[in-house]
């Protein structure tokens, strides 16, 4: 195996990681918080790549692209529960499901009324396209790792909300029992609409990170959100610490598995059925793990510390 592939590799697998927690981490908010499934999750990853790919365009500046649209998306999410999501609360769910699998058509509507059917390629500014050489003949795309110190920068922060600030306080009260919450005075309306912007800007930030590197295009959140839900299940349905591990593992077993797993069964097995079998396999590796974990710790790797 050739060392600076695999550090590649890693490396592809870290800021995967990284991107799935930052869809995640607003996911397990809204699911563990206000018990909440939320499909159209992915829409707000979407939201987010196409309007910073936008602004991007329009000022000619990627970071200030993104920094304008943060506050953008979640106005977004605040819209959006506020007339479509906060009727659902007290709703069973498969009422969720069904309304926010409704969502999904209309957000992916709106995009292609607003946008277009293409996709929008965001350009990275020049201090983002080099490489860091870290080893000799291991060379690392600069906007990768920025991607990577990123979500580790709200990562921390994250940590530090939640666990040292009055509303990180209520969020991990609302977790623990959110009709005690009300009952105490809090505005749970108010605290609901928060934690759901907060889990909209999340999701948007991912997308709009990976804008530059896969471009914004309909529909992109559909299929991240189901690994998204995994992450979450794997690591603990409201718990951050859970939904960072988790994704860090995921993200590495989807693309490691899918470097060199081949190479792997073909020390057992002919190439033709190495290379034929592999794919498949790597595909079912996280949902393996998340089966796995069902099974012998269906509360999750790192559950929420409740009473």
């Known amino acids: 195996m050739d060392a600076a592939l695999a550090i590649t590799q890693l490396l592809n697998g870290l800021q995967l990681g990284v991107l799935l927690f930052l869809l995640a981490s607003g996911l397990t908010l809204v699911f563990g918080i206000m018990d909440f499934v939320n499909l159209a999750h992915g829409a707000f990853y979407m939201v987010g790549a196409f309007i910073s790919a936008t602004l991007t365009l329009w000022l000619g500046s990627f970071v200030l692209g993104v920094l304008l649209a943060i506050p953008l998306v979640v106005l977004v999410g605040i819209v959006t529960e506020v007339i ?37 390629a965001v350009p990275l ?19 990768r790792l920025v991607i990577i110190g990123a979500g580790i920068l709200v990562a921390g922060g994250l940590y530090y909300i939640v666990n040292h600030t009055k509303l990180g306080m209520l969020i ?3 977790a623990s029992n959110r009709t005690m919450v009300g009952a105490l005075g809090v505005d749970v309306k108010t605290l609901f609409t928060l934690v759901f912007a907060l889990g909209a800007a999340l999701a948007g930030l991912a997308g709009m990170l990976i804008a530059p590197i896969t471009e914004a295009s309909i529909g ?7 690994t998204a839900f995994v992450v979450i299940i794997v690591g603990g349905i409201g718990s951050m610490k859970g939904a ?4 860090i593992i995921i993200g590495l ?3 490691l598995g899918r470097s ?25 590796l996280i949902y393996i793990l998340m089966a796995v974990v069902l099974t012998f710790r269906p509360q999750g790797l790192f559950p929420p510390k409740v009473r």
């Open 220 to 226: 992109m959140g559909n299929d991240i959100i189901i």
């Open 84 to 120: 479509a999501v906060r009727s659902l609360y007290l709703r069973d769910h498969l009422d969720h499901v069904l309304a926010t699998f409704g969502l999904i058509l209309i957000f992916d509507e709106l995009t292609h009324i607003i946008w277009g059917p293409a996709g929008i």
């Open 125 to 143: 500014p020049s201090w983002l396209q080099g490489q860091v050489e870290v080893l000799p003949e291991i060379v690392l795309p600069t906007y």
């Open 172 to 174: 991990r009260a609302g």
């Open 244 to 247: 960072f591990i988790a994704a």
């Open 260 to 284: 060199f797993l081949d190479d792997v069964f073909k020390l057992f097995l002919g190439d033709i059925a190495a290379e034929t079998s592999a794919p498949a396999i790597s595909a079912m």
């Open 253 to 255: 077993i989807d693309t």
